[in-house]
């Protein structure tokens, strides 16, 4: 069970979803996270891809968030994260679709642009390297870029997994360790 930890929703309790790739960041990540986009998440659009049990997403609604589109392939996980959503009666303020995140760039155009993003990608999609470690750079990279101007963009990797060449594509990316995850965010104006 995780815990949402602040706003409208604060202390409700959300199920996570029995999925081998499902990892939910540690509550005291997520308030890390959450406190650093406290200037923007009132009213925003928030991008939730690798969604999971949704807590990102709904935690940002329970602070303020308007409305977020949540993005997810398994079958598991997606059933979950609407039951969640429906057990917190915000089924109208988020957008709860099966869909392979590597090929959203190409469906994005009816959406409403992000003003925060959250990627959270499965670890091995990082430590196995190679060609889907690359895509998975390029799609965050690219869905960064097209951020509101306001906006942050957060993404949640294995600890200092990122190369120098990575961080070099989105100069003013930040690292926040925590415990063997390391949160990054990336503002447009940085």
Same mark, same amino acid.
């Given at each position: 069970?995780? =815990?949402?930890?602040?706003?409208?929703? /604060?202390?409700?309790?959300?199920?996570?979803?029995?999925?081998?790739?499902?990892?939910?960041?540690?509550?005291?990540? =997520?308030?890390?996270?959450?406190?650093?986009?406290?200037?923007?998440?009132?009213?925003?659009?928030?991008?939730?891809?690798?969604?999971?049990?949704?807590?990102?997403?709904?935690?940002?609604?329970?602070?303020?968030?308007?409305?977020?589109?949540?993005?997810?392939?398994?079958?598991?996980?997606?059933?979950?994260? /609407?039951?969640?959503?429906?057990?917190?009666?915000?089924?109208?303020?988020?957008?709860?679709?099966?869909?392979?995140?590597?090929?959203? @760039?190409?469906?994005?155009?009816?959406? @409403? /642009? @992000?003003?925060?993003?959250?990627? +959270?990608?499965?670890? %091995?999609?990082?430590?196995?390297?190679?060609?889907?470690?690359?895509?998975?750079?390029?799609?965050?990279?690219?869905?960064?870029?097209?951020?509101? +101007?306001?906006?942050? %963009?957060?993404?949640?990797?294995?600890?200092?997994?990122?190369?120098?060449?990575?961080?070099?594509?989105? @100069?003013?990316?930040?690292?926040? +360790?925590?415990?063997?995850?390391?949160?990054?965010?990336?503002?447009?104006?940085?």
């Amino acid at each position: 069970m995780l =815990r949402i930890t602040a706003g409208e929703h /604060r202390g409700r309790k959300l199920k996570v979803p029995r999925v081998s790739a499902t990892r939910p960041l540690t509550e005291r990540a =997520r308030e890390g996270v959450m406190s650093h986009l406290q200037s923007i998440i009132l009213d925003a659009v928030v991008w939730d891809l690798y969604a999971g049990s949704g807590i990102l997403g709904l935690e940002a609604l329970s602070r303020g968030a308007a409305e977020v589109i949540a993005l997810e392939w398994s079958h598991k996980a997606v059933a979950q994260l /609407r039951e969640n959503a429906a057990s917190l009666g915000v089924e109208g303020q988020i957008q709860v679709r099966r869909a392979d995140v590597l090929a959203f @760039p190409k469906t994005w155009k009816q959406d @409403p /642009r @992000p003003d925060i993003l959250f990627f +959270d990608p499965p670890y %091995a999609d990082f430590t196995q390297g190679g060609a889907q470690r690359e895509k998975v750079w390029s799609v965050f990279c690219e869905t960064a870029r097209h951020l509101n +101007d306001h906006g942050c %963009a957060v993404i949640h990797t294995p600890r200092g997994e990122l190369t120098a060449d990575e961080v070099a594509e989105l @100069p003013g990316l930040v690292q926040r +360790d925590y415990s063997n995850a390391s949160i990054w965010w990336w503002h447009p104006s940085s």
